[in-house]
């Protein structure tokens, strides 16, 4: 079978996955990426990869062991932290070589990803505004100065607001009603020393009445914290917008009666780094397969970030690409990828978006614990 002529949009953990198998088995690929390099904008938090999910796709891609050898296996614990008086409700730090779901910051998994695939590969600096189709069944990628194609395959791996996904259904993504305000510290070992020991090797959770406090530690000095809650109703339209420019002072209004060492995380931040509202796809999301255009990761099923993006997201492509490399006919393989797919990302969708909302409510550090215990119980 002569290999279909493929684009994909988006150069994230799941497509550059995608690309590198397909590259392996020496089927040409494109990718098209919006941002201008590999390390042009902050890539957001830290990534713990599952055993069964990321880590499965890096070792059919032959990067386990680079993976491994770069990645963070000491900053895999766990505090759960009461909101008013800061003291530890749950610790969980796994023995030296027991953990098995290791850290590592986004941008280092970018360049992993990237290593094996050289130059020309992925286009940077080439955001994609819509794909086009001709009556023959090709498609076309309409760029910022150019249209580029046609192209057999268009696998969208471009995120919560997909282009890819535009053409082939209407829904987009709504609001959760919870946004994240992302706040950054550096050097915190020698700044912050206090806040360093109470983040620990890992991360820090406190929930408490729809608000939530998450601190991870980064690599290179640093920790990253997430201070969370539901928008006020005259924030649920736009809040990225109805909050810009809240001073961490502002912020830490929404947070009154909490523990001071936990205010730290707001009151000693270096500056507010992102404003995120956390938006999902309906957890029954489905679309009417067309031949040459398919959807993985955050494109086909964006959902609260409680870990399973990442991870979903490079199953999603190891599994695509093996299904395409490994089929006589690859149009059917795309449709066959596609049940498979989102019989499981609904399911896991259900159980995301439910227990978030417990995290966001009243009860939330309590369901916290639950879900903790919930996941031990099934190791």
Same mark, same amino acid.
């Given at each position: 079978?002569?290999?279909?002529?493929?684009?994909?949009?988006?150069?994230?953990?799941?497509?550059?996955?995608?690309?590198?198998?397909?590259?392996?088995?020496?089927?040409? =690929? *494109?990718?098209?990426?919006?941002?201008?390099?590999?390390?042009? $904008?902050?890539?957001?938090?830290?990534?713990?990869?599952?055993?069964?999910?990321?880590?499965?796709?890096?070792?059919?891609?032959?990067? &386990?062991?680079?993976?491994?050898?770069?990645?963070?296996?000491?900053?895999?614990?766990?505090? /759960?932290?009461?909101?008013?008086?800061?003291?530890? &409700?749950?610790?969980?730090?796994?023995?030296?070589?027991?953990?098995?779901?290791?850290? !590592?910051?986004? /941008?280092?998994? $970018?360049? %992993? &990803?990237?290593?094996?695939?050289?130059?020309? =590969?992925?286009?940077?600096?080439?955001?994609?505004?819509?794909?086009?189709?001709?009556?023959?069944?090709?498609?076309?990628?309409? &760029?910022?100065?150019?249209?580029?194609?046609?192209?057999?395959?268009? !696998?969208?791996?471009?995120?919560?607001?997909?282009? /890819?996904?535009?053409?082939?259904?209407?829904?987009?993504? *709504?609001? *959760?009603? =919870?946004?994240?305000?992302?706040? +950054?510290?550096?050097?915190?070992?020698?700044?912050?020393?206090?806040?360093?020991?109470?983040?620990?090797?890992?991360?820090?959770?406190?929930?408490?009445?729809?608000?939530?406090?998450?601190?991870?530690?980064?690599?290179?000095?640093? !920790?990253?914290?997430?201070?969370?809650?539901?928008?006020?109703?005259?924030?649920?339209?736009?809040?990225?917008?109805?909050?810009?420019?809240?001073?961490?002072?502002?912020?830490?209004?929404?947070?009154?009666?909490?523990?001071?060492?936990?205010?730290?995380?707001?009151?000693?931040?270096?500056?507010?780094?992102?404003?995120?509202?956390?938006?999902?796809?309906?957890?029954?999301?489905?679309?009417?397969?067309?031949?040459?255009?398919?959807?993985?990761?955050?494109?086909?099923?964006?959902?609260?970030?409680?870990?399973?993006?990442?991870?979903?997201?490079?199953?999603?492509?190891?599994?695509?690409?093996?299904?395409?490399?490994?089929?006589?006919? +690859?149009?059917?393989?795309?449709?066959?990828?596609?049940?498979?797919?989102?019989? $499981?990302?609904?399911?896991?969708?259900?159980?995301?978006?439910?227990?978030?909302?417990?995290?966001?409510?009243?009860?939330?550090?309590?369901?916290? %614990?639950?879900?903790?215990?919930?996941?031990?119980?099934?190791?």
């Amino acid at each position: 079978m002569k290999a279909p002529r493929i684009a994909i949009v988006g150069a994230g953990p799941g497509g550059l996955c995608a690309a590198n198998l397909l590259h392996r088995a020496g089927w040409p =690929v *494109t990718v098209f990426e919006g941002d201008a390099a590999f390390d042009a $904008r902050d890539q957001g938090g830290t990534l713990d990869l599952h055993p069964d999910g990321g880590q499965l796709a890096l070792a059919k891609a032959g990067l &386990l062991e680079d993976f491994l050898a770069v990645a963070r296996h000491e900053d895999q614990g766990q505090r /759960v932290l009461d909101h008013a008086t800061g003291a530890v &409700l749950r610790e969980e730090i796994p023995e030296e070589g027991t953990g098995d779901r290791p850290e !590592i910051d986004r /941008v280092l998994l $970018r360049q %992993l &990803l990237l290593r094996p695939l050289g130059e020309g =590969v992925v286009r940077w600096g080439e955001p994609v505004d819509a794909v086009l189709s001709d009556d023959s069944g090709a498609h076309f990628l309409r &760029l910022r100065d150019e249209v580029a194609g046609p192209f057999d395959l268009v !696998i969208g791996a471009d995120g919560a607001w997909s282009r /890819v996904r535009s053409a082939l259904a209407e829904q987009q993504p *709504t609001y *959760t009603g =919870v946004t994240f305000v992302e706040l +950054w510290f550096s050097q915190v070992d020698e700044r912050h020393a206090a806040l360093s020991e109470r983040v620990g090797r890992g991360s820090v959770f406190s929930l408490h009445d729809g608000a939530g406090l998450f601190a991870q530690r980064n690599g290179g000095g640093a !920790i990253r914290v997430y201070a969370a809650f539901r928008s006020r109703e005259s924030d649920t339209d736009r809040p990225d917008k109805a909050l810009a420019g809240i001073t961490l002072a502002e912020l830490r209004t929404r947070f009154e009666g909490w523990s001071p060492a936990l205010l730290d995380l707001i009151d000693k931040a270096d500056r507010i780094a992102a404003i995120r509202p956390i938006v999902a796809l309906p957890v029954d999301f489905r679309w009417t397969h067309k031949p040459g255009l398919t959807l993985l990761g955050d494109a086909a099923h964006v959902m609260p970030p409680m870990g399973e993006g990442v991870n979903l997201a490079m199953l999603d492509a190891a599994e695509l690409a093996e299904s395409l490399i490994g089929a006589a006919d +690859w149009r059917q393989a795309t449709a066959a990828y596609e049940l498979a797919m989102l019989e $499981r990302s609904n399911r896991i969708a259900s159980e995301t978006r439910e227990a978030f909302a417990q995290w966001f409510s009243a009860e939330g550090a309590q369901s916290l %614990l639950a879900h903790m215990d919930q996941r031990r119980a099934g190791e």
